[in-house]
């Protein structure tokens, strides 16, 4: 009986043993399954681009230099008896200051004789009309007799009215030199050389000094090919900015003055000048930009309507990643119209809210399906359905 049941149970064991190790193999066989379910794709970052509108600024570079130079000259002969303080080499002088006086003496003496010159002449003027007077009374009493001019005193008096006028030139002329016994500014100067000294005597046309008009200097910037496309139609009068950075860096309002017309034969490029009123701030009191300083000008050019906006890292070749609908990788070729800093300004080849990929995988292809950085799971799982 006993051998009977122990028949029995071991087939049934035996079966039962084989049910668990079936399964323990399903098992084993299905975690394969369970790891290629893992999410592979490469996580990529995105950003929505949208169009805006660009207001250009042009930067150049150019040395401020000054609007007027003048060389002074003696315009009369004397010594030199004095001269004004801030007549030295640097000095700054303003309009119609004496930078030095040359002795006056002899001009002084020309001038009182010319006055006398100019008496005498009036007085003859007074008696040569009298005696014209006289002559026309007396022929008025005899109408009937003829009477010459040279009676009438006609050429006398003519004559003595243009002794009258030789004398108030020559009057001219000497307070003409007795005012330019004083040598004075023509205009807010900076002294850049002085070729007199105190006691010297100069004759007329000797030079005297070398000023630099400072109520204005200018700055000739050249503008590139790829700049000069995006200049304004009108650029007289457009607001520019002066700027020199550094330990006395300074920053100052200027204008564009003028186009100088030509294009340069050797660079090709256009040329403006840009002018800064009061450069030494004597008016202003604003910082002094001096002669031969090296600076930034900066103004504005075109506005750019409807352009993006984009890291030039993320342009290679005029061509883009963007991510589609389908959660997959897709190159796309824009036009750069214009560089500043970082970033290249694209005219045509996006629309607005298209997701630009602003991390690429090592090696993107076109049609690689991706992942976004930072999605739920949810997000993730509809994107490998689709």
């Not at 051998?3 to 066989?29: C, E, R, S, Y």
């Not at 003055?257 to 008016?283: E, F, S, W």
Request: charged share 25%; aromatic share 6%; with cysteine.
């Amino acid at each position: 009986m006993q051998t009977k049941v122990l028949k029995w149970i071991f087939p049934v064991a035996a079966i039962v043993v084989g049910m668990m190790g079936a399964q323990g193999i399903n098992a084993l066989a299905n975690e394969p399954d369970a790891k290629e379910q893992v999410d592979t794709r490469p996580v990529v970052a995105v950003e929505a681009v949208s169009a805006l509108d660009h207001q250009v600024v042009i930067n150049s570079y150019g040395e401020v230099q000054p609007f007027e130079s003048t060389r002074l000259s003696a315009q009369v002969s004397g010594e030199v008896v004095a001269w004004h303080d801030n007549f030295v080499t640097g000095g700054i002088v303003a309009k119609g200051e004496v930078l030095l006086s040359i002795e006056k003496d002899n001009y002084e003496a020309a001038v009182l004789q010319a006055e006398a010159e100019v008496t005498r002449a009036e007085a003859k003027l007074i008696e040569e009309q009298a005696l014209a007077d006289v002559a026309a009374d007396e022929a008025k009493r005899f109408p009937n007799k003829k009477h010459t001019d040279l009676f009438l005193r006609k050429p006398q008096l003519l004559s003595a009215q243009a002794a009258l006028k030789s004398a108030k030139a020559a009057l001219k002329r000497a307070q003409r030199d007795l005012d330019n016994c004083d040598v004075v500014a023509p205009y807010d100067a900076l002294i850049v050389s002085r070729d007199v000294g105190l006691g010297q005597f100069v004759s007329m046309g000797s030079s005297i000094a070398q000023l630099n008009n400072i109520e204005h200097a200018e700055v000739i910037i050249p503008v590139a090919g790829f700049d000069s496309a995006f200049l304004p139609e009108r650029i007289e009068g457009l607001d520019a900015t002066i700027t020199q950075t550094g330990l006395n860096g300074f920053t100052r309002s200027a204008k564009i003055h003028r186009d100088l017309g030509v294009v340069d034969k050797a660079t090709r490029m256009v040329n403006l000048v840009v002018r800064i009123a009061d450069p030494y701030g004597l008016q202003t009191q604003q910082p002094q930009v001096k002669f031969g300083s090296y600076v930034q000008v900066n103004f504005s050019g075109k506005t750019l309507n409807s352009i993006y906006r984009l890291p030039q890292d993320l342009v290679n070749n005029n061509t883009v990643w963007l991510l589609n609908s389908e959660g997959q990788l897709e190159s796309r070729k824009v036009q750069v119209i214009r560089e500043e800093g970082e970033y290249f300004y694209v005219s045509t080849g996006l629309k607005d809210n298209e997701k630009l990929v602003t991390t690429l995988p090592e090696y993107p292809q076109t049609g690689m399906s991706v992942k976004v950085a930072g999605s739920d799971s949810s997000k993730a799982e509809t994107t490998d359905k689709l």
